[in-house]
Structure formats: C-alpha cells, structure tokens
C-alpha cells in the first residue's frame, strides 16, 4: 500500500529535527513487531518487540551542550584572499553538520585544489574538518589538520546523531536562489558516501527505527513562547524522496506506546564515536598529519607553511573569522546508561530519545524550531535534562 507523505512539521535538531523526523522518516516493515506481540496492544518487556527505555534521573552519565552554527544563508562555501593565503571557507551548516560533511567536503576541495595546490591547510578537527581533510588527500594533496582540539573535544563529538540534513540549514526568505540545488547535490553526494560505511564493524553507520507518538497534547502544543523574530526555517525534504525511506501510521496492534497516533520508519544514524575515530584513524594511516594549534585571529594563519588553507571552524568561526552572521542553536543532551538490547528512537512532546551503542541520549528539543535559536550558553542544565526525563516516562510507566 502506498502511504501519502506527511505535512510539513516543526523540530529541528539532530535526531531533534521535527521537521526532518515528520517529513522523511522512511517507511519500514515492523512485522516483526506485528508478528511477536498480540494484536492487541504489545507490552514492553521481556521479550517485547520494544523493550522499554529506562528513563530515571540517576541513569544520567553526563550532560552535554552543543552549539550548532546556524546561518540563514546556508553555509559559507566561498574562498577569499588573506596576504598571500587563499581561504577556502566550509562552515555554517546548523544541525546538519555530519549529514552534509562529505557533500561540501566535495565543493571545498575542489576549490582549494584549484590553481594546482599540492599541500594545504585544514583548520577544525570536527566533522567537516575530517571529511574536508580526508577528501582532499585522496584527490592527491599533502594535508595537515590545525586543531586546538581533536574529535573527541569538539562540539561535532557532542551531536546527536542522525541523518537530518536540512536541520536548521538556511532561512527560507534570506537564502540564495541557487542554495536548494546546492543542498541537494550536497546531500546526494553525502548519502552516498554515508552508505559505504553500513556493515563496517563498530557499525559507524546504521539504520534504525523511529516513532513519532502523539497524543492530545503533543498534537496541539504549547506556544514556543519565544521573544526574537521568527526564523522560517528552509525545507527540502521533497528533493530527496527517491533516495529516503519513507514512513507510514501504525495500527494499535503494532506498537507498546499508550498513544492515540504512531508513525514509524526508518533512518540513518551516525555512531559518532566510532565514526569520528574511523575518520580520524583514515586521515593518520593514508598519509595525513594533526598539529595542535589555537587560531586567535586570521593573522594567526600568515605562520602557517601552506599558501591554502580550508576554514572548517564550525560555530568557532564566529569569534576567529567576526562573523556575526553565524547565529548560535543550543542542544542539550541528557545520557543515559546505554541499553544494548535497545535499538530505536522516538519523539514525544517535544523531547526525542535516541538509543545508540554509547548511551541512550534524550534531548529536549521544545516545540519549534525556534527553540534554543540564539543561546550559545554550553553549561549543563540538570533541570532542563530531568524536565525531558520526566516528559517521555509517563511511556514506559508500568517499568520500573
């Protein structure tokens, strides 16, 4: 049977992107949900097709903060001239940081290596700094990575994890006119790229289920009570149909959740431990080389022995470059104690919880895309984190 795709919703963070999660979570067969449970409502439990998320407070590891760098005219792609330095620019992508890296890696490496550059420059050791540097030594460079800090201290490490690649990428009424093309080359290219890693041990890419449960109030939400202008944020889930699953409503038999609406499908998740380590390790054997290094100010770069350079910065750039044009996003994330018999995710009233191999990871992601637009405060909230737990464990209530 053929499902309709669903209306334009509202998100916007990583597993949190609403949008992405209401308009292009894949259709995938739960069967083995239908087939092991009775027809009635299914239990959690052992057993269970689901097993329940384990949701209290003193399951909390750790909380982290990220800053997504959002600029309302999509991502900084241009090159410009410092001195004797050509500045290749590839940052700005919001939350879509690690689902765009290897589709702008491409347009940035092929700008750098114009002109016929054989050693360059790669400043940031994130995600799109590693995919930047990783691209553009197979294309036949010498490159050498300047980071004040490896993977596992940036905000890249502190993502959510999941394919969202219109996640607060550009404002609809302020971007270029030939920006939805660009995504969409972008998005192609990285997919398939992301695609070569499913299979690989430590599963740094996989698939995996998503529930989308709503009940009265989460289909009628509260205002976001936010002060600043309202951003629309841009939308091009429709370009990309062909290649990403679609999603579809459950019946009652076909899920545990104690909601009046479920819609379910699959899609892609980055384990970014393993990846980041994966890229990392990549980058070192096939040739390249880290330095550590704080960049203050642009002059900083006149020192460096490569004539190109590629600013792969992320929110940083904001302070090293003065771009004011970048706009901080805060995330939040709460883990928990990881569930290995878990493998799956949902969004409910505004908080979604994503189960990966390192931690379960719940999220507040408030009921707009307009929630933590303009934050750029990196302290941990216990309140926020226990707020969120306490939203989701009204599922899972009959566990203790």
């Known amino acids: 049977m053929t499902h309709p795709s669903p209306p334009r919703g509202g998100e916007g963070n990583a597993l949190p992107d609403r949008r992405w999660l209401l308009t292009a979570l894949g259709a995938a067969s739960l069967s083995a949900c239908a087939t092991a449970v009775a027809p009635s409502r299914p239990s959690f439990g052992p ?28 991502p900084r792609l241009d ?16 939350g879509s940081g690690w689902s765009l890296s290897w589709g702008s890696a491409e347009i940035a490496a092929r700008r750098a290596l114009e002109g016929g550059a054989k ?39 502190r993502a959510t994890g999941i ?12 971007m270029g006119a030939d920006f939805p093309a660009q995504w969409e080359a972008m998005t192609r290219a990285s997919w398939a790229t992301h695609q070569t890693y499913l299979g690989m ?12 449960l709503r009940d009265a109030a989460a289909l009628n939400p509260a205002p976001a009570g936010q002060s600043q202008e309202e951003i629309r944020f841009a939308s091009f889930v429709d370009r990309i149909r062909d290649i990403n699953p679609r999603f579809r409503d459950l019946a009652p038999g076909e899920h545990p959740f104690p909601v009046p609406r ?7 998740m980055f ?30 770069l006149a020192a460096l022995p490569e004539t190109v350079i590629v600013n792969c910065t992320g929110y940083g750039a904001r302070a090293l470059w003065k771009d004011e044009t970048l706009t901080p996003v805060r995330g939040q994330i709460a883990w928990l104690v990881p569930q290995p018999e878990a493998n799956y995710a949902f969004i409910y009233r505004g908080v979604s919880v994503l189960a990966r191999p390192d931690g379960v990871v719940v999220q507040q992601v408030g009921a707009s895309d307009m929630f933590g637009v303009g934050d750029a405060d990196e302290t941990p909230d216990r309140v926020e984190a226990e707020a969120a737990l306490k939203t989701v464990a009204p599922l899972f209530a009959a566990f203790p």
């Not at 041990?201 to 698939?207: E, H, K, L, M, Q």
């Not at 479920?262 to 892609?268: D, E, H, L, Q, T």
């Not at 390790?281 to 390249?288: K, S, V």
């Open 47 to 74: 057993g269970a097709a689901l097993p329940p998320i384990l949701t209290r407070a003193d399951r909390i590891t750790r909380i982290t903060v990220c800053t997504r760098p959002f600029r309302a005219t999509g």
């Open 79 to 94: 090159v410009e001239t410092l001195g004797d330095k050509r500045i290749v620019h590839n940052y700005g992508h919001g």
């Open 119 to 157: 050693e360059i420059a790669v400043i940031g050791c994130g995600a799109i700094g590693l995919t930047t540097a990783l691209t553009l030594q197979r294309a036949g460079a010498k490159v050498r990575i300047y980071a004040r800090e490896r993977m596992p201290q940036t905000r890249s490490f």
């Open 163 to 174: 394919w969202s690649p219109d996640s607060r990428i550009a404002d609809a009424d302020k």
């Open 201 to 212: 041990p430590g599963a740094p890419v996989s698939f995996t289920e998503r529930y989308i």
């Open 262 to 268: 479920v819609r379910a499908g699959a899609n892609m």
């Open 271 to 300: 384990n970014v431990g393993e990846l980041s380590h994966l890229l990392t390790a990549d980058f070192l054997r096939e040739g390249g080389t880290i330095t550590p290094m704080e960049v203050h100010a642009p002059a900083d």
